[in-house]
């Protein structure tokens, strides 16, 4: 179909005309905001010697990144395996607890004040305490990236398993249902939606819960995370491998970001309004 | 293929009984009295209506029958042992799993008892046919018109050929075209297999053309106010809508609608 078909209407044409504009600005926006950063920064550092020094020019963090590879790289993989760790207890707890609270009221009542108390109070002024009471150091950053992470899973699984709908309850407990296949074929399926929306909060916490543990963790010997790089490269003034180590970190942040979206996507794709696109 | 199995219909006055509700009365909230000393006899192959204007307990009484609550008072006795799951249901929305494909929504009676997908694959296709939705088996309900959606609810609630079916005006919500073709399709479905229905419904039309048995009820509280029959032989079509007798009938049950409503606006007095 061309533009001048007796079909094809001015309105239809500007729609078909945004559609493509969309398509190439969709990936090269985001690609000309990132080099023009780059190129600002880079203008930004090297304005001034003294500025070059504390606000490394990006050539300078990349040299540092590809000099440190070997030890930023092993740094990492401590920060992904305490986050990865977190993250699947932070799964497992949450979404056990969230079944527990939904099949029992009382468990809620009980428990729920504690979660919340959990959630509202700051990591960083827990985890003093529990480095003192847990002396294994991947025990106790793994706790406190848990403490951060658990609670959007909880909070959303809960929501999405009480979400079922009242007719479909009527159904099962009509044919007889036990309380495991009402669980397995009803309420899981109805809790997915919200239990990915909470994976996605989650991912991102773990990473973050894994970085402050570190932090607090400081250079006691807790492993030697990306976070723990940080803190030493200030401590020697080497500002080029702290901004290499940051942009690692943020790096990782997008990729838990994009992984945990396209899961969401994936499982919904077929049935749920959030994965599916719409006509027009 | 296999076919659902038909259970014979008799004339009306020879039909064992299914069920018998005697003095059923539902208070809710030790105040509200939902429905108040409801007698009703069901027997087998009925098309029984419950009318009546909203809050005269037709939806109470359907919850009672299908075990969701029990009676303040009185007793529901079944003919023969009633087990859980021997009833079907149509609810007022098709009330379909969203994540399940609709060959594996019509599943659901026969999963919940244990039954594999590939053991009861044939009779699935059988009562997905019967509602004309034989090309539809992976479709996902989102991808269907309300009037499919609601035949997915009707196959579901028919392919484990249970001995009752209650439906809680299951049309209401549809346009007056696909409803007058769910209506002419229901009694096909229902001539077929020959089980027993209680109809929930607020509208006299509908109630005429598809019953045989008219229970008219009246609200605040809940009761059975008169109890109507319809003799329209079956198969009931086009030809019954338009005929004399069709309006005959509906003049008649809307009459006592209108006392059964009437009753209630003398009261206020």
Not at chain 1, 241 to 249: D, E, S, T
Not at chain 2, 56 to 67: D, F, N, Q, V
Not at chain 2, 206 to 232: H, K, N, Y
Request: net charge positive; glycine share 6%; aromatic share 10%.
């Amino acid at each position: 179909m061309t533009p001048t078909d007796p079909a094809f209407d001015a309105d239809e044409a500007r729609r078909a005309r945004n559609r493509r504009i969309e398509a190439v600005a969709r990936w090269a926006l985001p690609l000309a905001v990132v080099i023009l950063t780059i190129i600002v920064w880079n203008w930004f550092s090297n304005s001034s010697a003294t500025r070059g020094m504390i606000f490394p020019a990006p050539p300078k963090v990349w040299a540092r990144f590809l000099a440190d590879y070997g030890m930023l790289f092993t740094s990492l993989m401590v920060t992904l395996k305490i986050t990865f760790m977190a993250l699947a207890i932070a799964i497992i707890g949450g979404v056990a607890l969230a079944i527990l609270f939904t099949q029992s009221r009382f468990a809620e009542l009980i428990f729920f004040p504690y979660a919340v108390i959990l959630q509202v109070t700051p990591i960083v002024s827990i985890a003093p305490l529990i480095f003192i009471y847990v002396q294994d150091p991947l025990a106790r950053v793994l706790i406190c990236a848990w403490i951060v992470a658990f609670f959007p899973i909880l909070s959303n699984t809960t929501l999405g398993l009480k979400s079922t709908d009242s007719n479909l309850r009527d159904l099962y407990a009509i044919y007889g249902a036990t309380w495991w296949q009402k669980l397995l074929f009803l309420q899981l399926p109805s809790a997915m939606p919200y239990f990915l929306g909470g994976l996605r909060i989650a991912g991102g916490l773990a990473l973050i819960g894994a970085i402050v543990a570190e932090y607090v963790a400081g250079i006691s010997g807790s492993g030697s995370g990306l976070a723990f790089r940080i803190l030493e490269a200030s401590y020697r003034l080497n500002y080029p491998r702290m901004f290499a180590a940051l942009i690692m970190i943020a790096i990782v942040g997008v990729i838990i970001f994009a992984a945990t979206t396209f899961i969401s996507w994936f499982f919904l794709r077929k049935w749920h309004e959030s994965a599916l696109r719409r006509e027009v | 293929m296999t076919d659902l199995s038909h259970r014979p219909v008799l004339p009306q006055s020879q039909r064992p009984r299914l069920l018998e509700m005697a003095g059923i009365s539902k208070v809710f909230n030790g105040s509200i009295t939902a429905l108040d000393g409801m007698n009703l006899t069901l027997n087998e192959g009925d098309f029984l209506s419950l009318l009546g204007p909203s809050g005269c307990g037709k939806s109470t009484a359907l919850r009672l029958i299908a075990g969701l609550m029990r009676p303040t008072t009185g007793r529901i006795i079944w003919n023969g042992a009633q087990d859980r799951g021997d009833i079907g249901v149509v609810f007022q929305e098709p009330t379909l799993m969203p994540w399940a494909t609709v060959a594996k929504n019509v599943w659901l009676p026969f999963r919940l008892r244990g039954q594999s997908f590939a053991s009861v694959k044939d009779r699935i296709a059988t009562a997905l046919k019967l509602v004309g939705l034989e090309n539809f088996h992976d479709a996902y309900p989102r991808e269907l018109s309300g009037g499919m959606k609601m035949r997915v609810s009707i196959a579901r609630a028919f392919v484990t050929n249970p001995r009752l079916i209650l439906m809680d005006e299951p049309f209401a919500a549809l346009d007056e075209i696909t409803r007058q073709k769910l209506n002419d399709d229901l009694l096909a479905l229902k001539d077929k297999i020959g089980c027993t229905v209680i109809f929930v419904t607020h509208s006299v039309f509908e109630s005429v053309f598809l019953s045989d048995r008219i229970v008219v009820m009246a609200a605040r509280p809940g009761r059975v106010v008169q109890e109507l029959t319809v003799d329209a032989p079956y198969p009931r079509d086009m030809e019954f809508r338009t005929s004399p007798d069709y309006a005959a009938q509906t003049h008649v049950v809307s009459d006592a609608l209108r006392i059964a409503i009437g009753d209630h606006s003398h009261d206020a007095h």
